[in-house]
């Protein structure tokens, strides 16, 4: 019974590591104020009919912390990039010189780095759901187990042990949130 009990504990543990990272990435594509390539990773650029993600096709620098520029392989490109980038819908506006796309990254105003803490928060809480939801199905796992004979106590030590890892889970997320949000609101 001890492996099935391990085996539900490294389950829960890779569904909440794989929260996390999503987590991180998301809020990765949360610009906060400065220039960085990171902000257009999840602008996808359509390639002779396929979608496919800006850094396949382009190389983005930052040359300083409020100028994006985007050097695209192949020269018939740029316009397809400035679209992409335009429909991304991220508040950028870029300019194509015909050799390289330069973007230059305004400044936040309060108001709308009000908005993206929240949009910071709101992603946290869904972080947080899928711990949530990691943790739900690690107790079904345990109580399949209880019904097919494993003790009651070893079942509330295991279900406890769950509950641990989804706080130490949880706390990770709320420093996430407090060092972005935190990122984001200085000027």
Not at 9 to 31: C, G, S, T, W
Not at 43 to 50: A, I, L, N, P, S
Not at 60 to 74: F, H, K, M, P, Y
Not at 127 to 155: W, Y
Request: hydrophobic share 35%; aromatic share 4%; charged share 30%.
């Amino acid at each position: 019974m001890t492996e099935e009990l391990e085996l539900v504990f490294m389950e829960a543990k890779e569904q909440m590591q794989q929260a996390y990272e999503h987590l991180e990435k998301e809020l990765a594509n949360i610009r906060a104020g400065k220039a960085s390539p990171n902000m257009l990773s999840g602008v996808r650029v359509d390639y002779y009919g396929t979608e496919t993600p800006l850094s396949q096709v382009a190389n983005v620098n930052s040359t300083d912390g409020r100028t994006l520029v985007i050097q695209a392989w192949e020269k018939k490109m740029l316009e397809p990039i400035c679209t992409a980038i335009t429909y991304a819908n991220l508040g950028l506006n870029p300019q194509n010189n015909g050799e390289v796309i330069i973007i230059s990254v305004p400044m936040l105003t309060e108001e709308r780095r009000k908005d993206l803490s929240k949009k910071a928060h709101s992603e946290g809480e869904n972080a947080k759901v899928s711990l949530r939801n990691a943790r739900k199905d690690a107790m079904d796992e345990i109580k399949k187990l209880e019904k097919d004979g494993l003790s009651e106590d070893i079942a509330k030590t295991a279900q406890g042990t769950v509950q641990g890892i989804v706080d130490t889970f949880n706390e990770r997320v709320d420093k996430l949130i407090i060092i972005k949000e935190k990122d984001i609101m200085t000027v």
